[in-house]
């Protein structure tokens, strides 16, 4: 009986310790690997019946393939880390437990607390699907140093179109052969650019209210705030003003101004720390900007970009309020303003932005805030909530693919507008 009683003690004393395992896929390369690993085991040290194995698994479209292979094979992962313009394909794949409906369950997660900009985007009628995280927006980044050398004011940042052009021309150097050895300005070929321009003209992408209140059936971007982003870009470009990378190559992009091989770079808040560091260490000063936007336009604000945090459905309930539990631990406050200090992603949060500004990290850390002031100063729309539609990354293939035959002359900006809604279109009916 004794030796019975033994076995059935350890039995059930190993029972109560059996941990919960989970698989936390992310995108997220470089220094940030370490940065989540360690965020995460701070978790599991929170909650040591939680065993989460984290995985860096190569770009957002590549987590999507592989996802998608994994549930097929019966192994799917339980929290995926997706761009923003997943989130209608997501939503479609019928794969997903919506973060709404964990938070109806749990009192301890206030919703409300999110940053209103953030949460409406991953919303659909009110309903939020996902888990924000790593937030961005794209802002101007500038060489002060090398402002004052053009007799640029290293204060005064251009705002528009054509304050962009025309300092971009003070900037402009070439040695005794003619060759530009510095530049303007650079971003990396990307459609999110275009989008972002779309939006602080107030200005839809698709229809039905760029998808929030009906099905998307076309793309409406062939119009003036359209071409005036394009006529843009290709001046810049056939001026000798701008150096452009090939499509999404925001290393190339980055490189060319910390070279200062060009004295401004558009790109995301999340190069903040990085580009603060490197500048220092080739000995410039760096400034942060809004976005400059067309002339005469009224500012309306921008999209959050980055992306968000998916629960994937599972056989076993546990794995799923294990998921939950560090989903939600990852948008607390102390996670979240860690993570905003390791890279540049704003917190999603509004009292984690409260307390950093009671310890006045922004006094000292402004390049940190400029973003956070550019996004809750945007006013709400439909056009700066951003699309939502499930042929999105086919979408900016399209413009993307529309833009480059521009900038090497084989289409006019309006040839190249027309050119992108055409492919656009006959993506989005290719979804349905």
């Known amino acids: 009986m004794k030796k019975f009683l033994v076995v059935l003690m350890v039995t059930l004393s190993i029972l109560s310790f059996a941990k919960v395992k989970i698989q936390?896929?992310?995108?997220?390369?470089?220094?940030?690997?370490?940065?989540?690993?360690?965020?995460?085991n701070d978790f599991m040290k929170a909650n040591p019946d939680i065993e989460v194995t984290v995985q860096y698994v190569g770009s957002y479209e590549e987590i999507l393939a592989k996802t998608v292979a994994a549930l097929q094979a019966g192994t799917p992962p339980h929290i995926v880390q997706l761009n923003e313009i997943s989130t209608k394909k997501m939503i479609?794949?019928?794969?997903?437990?919506?973060v709404e409906d964990l938070i109806?369950?749990?009192?301890?997660?206030?919703?409300?607390?999110?940053?209103?900009?953030?949460?409406?985007y991953y919303s659909i009628g009110g309903k939020l699907y996902s888990m924000p995280w790593n937030s961005s927006t794209p802002l101007l980044f500038y060489n002060k140093t090398m402002f004052k050398q053009a007799g640029l004011d290293p204060n005064k940042p251009p705002k528009t179109f054509s304050e962009v052009i025309q300092y971009s021309k003070k900037l402009l150097s070439k040695d005794s052969k003619g060759n530009i050895t510095r530049t303007g300005i650079t971003w990396n070929l990307y459609s999110w650019f275009f989008e972002e321009w779309m939006a602080e003209q107030?200005?839809?992408?698709?229809?039905?209210?760029?998808?929030?209140?009906?099905?998307?059936?076309?793309?409406?971007f062939n119009n003036d705030a359209g071409l005036k982003i394009f006529d843009f870009w290709n001046t810049?470009?056939?001026?000798?003003?701008?150096?452009?990378?090939?499509?999404?190559?925001?290393?190339?992009?980055?490189?060319?101004?910390?070279?200062?091989?060009?004295?401004?770079?558009?790109?995301?808040?999340?190069?903040?720390?990085?580009?603060?560091?490197?500048?220092?260490?080739?000995?410039?000063?760096?400034?942060?900007?809004?976005i400059p936007i067309p002339d005469g336009v009224q500012r309306a604000g921008v999209i959050p970009g980055g992306g968000s945090l998916w629960i994937i459905k599972q056989k076993n309930q546990d794995e799923v309020d294990a998921s939950w539990k560090l989903v939600k631990y990852l948008a607390d406050v102390d996670p979240q303003i860690q993570w905003h200090k390791g890279t540049g992603y704003f917190p999603v949060r509004n009292d984690a932005i409260d307390k950093l500004q009671k310890q006045d990290y922004y006094k000292d850390n402004p390049l940190h805030y400029v973003a956070i002031r550019q996004l809750v100063e945007t006013i709400p729309s439909y056009a700066t909530m951003g699309a939502i539609v499930g042929s999105f990354p086919e979408i900016r293939n399209a413009i993307e693919t529309a833009v480059q035959k521009m900038l090497n002359g084989q289409l006019t900006p309006q040839q190249a507008l027309e050119e992108a809604e055409k492919s656009a279109n006959n993506a989005i009916k290719q979804y349905f």
């Open 24 to 40: 936390f896929w992310h995108a997220m390369g470089g220094d940030r690997i370490t940065l989540i690993q360690n965020t995460v």
């Open 92 to 98: 479609d794949s019928g794969l997903i437990v919506p």
């Open 104 to 120: 109806k369950k749990d009192p301890t997660f206030d919703k409300s607390k999110l940053v209103s900009q953030v949460r409406n």
């Open 202 to 220: 107030n200005k839809l992408l698709v229809d039905n209210n760029n998808g929030r209140t009906g099905p998307v059936t076309k793309v409406v």
């Open 236 to 290: 810049l470009t056939k001026e000798g003003l701008m150096i452009n990378t090939k499509p999404g190559d925001w290393t190339a992009a980055r490189q060319l101004f910390l070279s200062q091989t060009v004295g401004m770079l558009i790109t995301s808040t999340s190069d903040v720390a990085l580009l603060l560091s490197e500048s220092k260490k080739q000995g410039f000063e760096i400034g942060a900007a809004y």
